[in-house]
């Protein structure tokens, strides 16, 4: 019996073991794109961010992990974190009541799944399987709406700004991670994004902070 063909979106960063052991795989292609959040992305969007122990405390240590986790947590459907290395090894003076306080957060405020792993290697045999499922469940499943009527939600708002059409408001949700937070920007920050100028960002900035 042939094996199911299952399509994963890799970053352009992930190199390596990895790589190899995904090509290995049967019925498995990958596409090398460039993300600007995550490392994986499979069926059903998943995304899969993939962080060694050592880096994902230091995400802790500066608190660089919550905005990242916020912003895949609005733009995916799952996100699963797959974290390679021993956490509870001693270092940057972490306490174990850190990392255990850090990893409740993660499951229950922002619903992203954490999976150990030693290597590369099981990593990607991680990653296979959860694409396999993934694919099953797209196929097989009608998965609730809820994540994706909040995402459409966000589009709708931000597409009502003036000289703000469907593109740039796919930009801005993507640049900013949320609704909320590209309301919250300035002119400045707002020129920033793909498809925005000055003149439209300053536009919008102005309708947003009259209060007359």
Same mark, same amino acid.
């Given at each position: 019996? =042939? /094996?199911?063909?299952?399509?994963?979106? $890799?970053?352009?960063? +992930?190199?390596?073991?990895?790589?190899?052991?995904?090509?290995?795989? !049967?019925?498995?292609?990958?596409?090398?794109? +460039?993300?600007?959040?995550?490392? *994986?992305?499979?069926?059903?969007?998943?995304?899969?961010?993939?962080?060694?122990?050592?880096?994902?405390?230091?995400?802790?240590?500066?608190?660089?992990?919550?905005?990242?986790?916020?912003?895949?947590?609005?733009?995916?459907?799952?996100?699963?974190?797959?974290? +390679?290395?021993?956490?509870?090894?001693?270092?940057?003076?972490?306490?174990?009541?850190?990392?255990?306080? %850090?990893?409740?957060?993660? $499951? $229950?405020?922002?619903?992203?799944?954490?999976? !150990?792993? &030693?290597?590369?290697? =099981?990593?990607?045999?991680?990653?296979?399987?959860?694409?396999?499922?993934?694919?099953? #469940?797209?196929?097989?499943?009608?998965? &609730?709406?809820? &994540?994706?009527?909040?995402?459409?939600?966000?589009?709708?708002?931000? /597409?009502?700004?003036?000289?703000?059409?469907?593109?740039?408001?796919?930009?801005? @949700?993507?640049?900013?991670?949320?609704?909320?937070?590209? @309301? %919250? /920007?300035?002119?400045?920050?707002?020129?920033?994004?793909?498809?925005?100028?000055?003149?439209? %960002?300053?536009?919008?900035?102005?309708?947003?902070? *009259?209060? #007359?």
């Amino acid at each position: 019996m =042939n /094996a199911p063909a299952l399509h994963i979106r $890799v970053d352009t960063r +992930e190199r390596g073991r990895i790589i190899s052991r995904l090509e290995a795989l !049967p019925g498995v292609t990958l596409e090398s794109v +460039e993300m600007d959040l995550g490392d *994986y992305l499979l069926p059903g969007d998943l995304i899969i961010e993939r962080k060694s122990a050592t880096d994902l405390i230091l995400s802790v240590v500066d608190r660089s992990l919550w905005d990242k986790v916020a912003k895949l947590s609005s733009q995916h459907e799952r996100v699963v974190y797959i974290v +390679e290395g021993d956490l509870y090894t001693a270092r940057f003076h972490q306490q174990a009541l850190d990392i255990h306080r %850090a990893l409740a957060m993660m $499951v $229950v405020t922002h619903g992203v799944t954490v999976l !150990p792993s &030693p290597d590369a290697d =099981n990593s990607g045999m991680l990653i296979y399987l959860l694409g396999l499922a993934a694919a099953e #469940g797209t196929a097989t499943t009608e998965r &609730p709406g809820k &994540p994706a009527i909040r995402r459409d939600a966000q589009l709708y708002l931000l /597409a009502s700004l003036p000289g703000v059409d469907a593109d740039r408001a796919e930009s801005l @949700l993507r640049h900013f991670g949320s609704a909320r937070a590209a @309301l %919250a /920007a300035d002119a400045v920050a707002l020129a920033q994004v793909e498809g925005m100028d000055a003149e439209r %960002a300053a536009r919008i900035a102005e309708v947003l902070e *009259y209060g #007359g």
